[in-house]
């Protein structure tokens, strides 16, 4: 995605930031992988939105 959105901008900006839909679990993806998206853009220089958001809690089996 970051590709495509400096590809989109290689002529000027057009676009500045992002929308995320996450879909979590407590099984996936884990706190660091969602963590190094949500840096990954940032870090690209990119505002980020959560624009939307569903998780599930999935039950622990011994």
């Known amino acids: 995605m970051i590709s495509i ?3 989109i901008n290689s002529n ?3 676009c ?3 929308g995320m ?3 979590l679990s407590t099984k996936y993806p884990s706190v660091d992988y969602y963590t190094a ?3 990954s853009f940032v870090n690209a220089g990119f505002k ?5 958001l569903d998780v599930v809690n999935t039950p622990v089996q011994d």
């Open 48 to 52: 980020v939105q959560i624009t939307e």
């Open 12 to 14: 000027g900006k057009i």
């Open 37 to 39: 998206a949500l840096k």
């Open 16 to 18: 500045s930031g992002i």
């Open 21 to 23: 839909q996450s879909h």
């Open 5 to 7: 959105i400096n590809f």
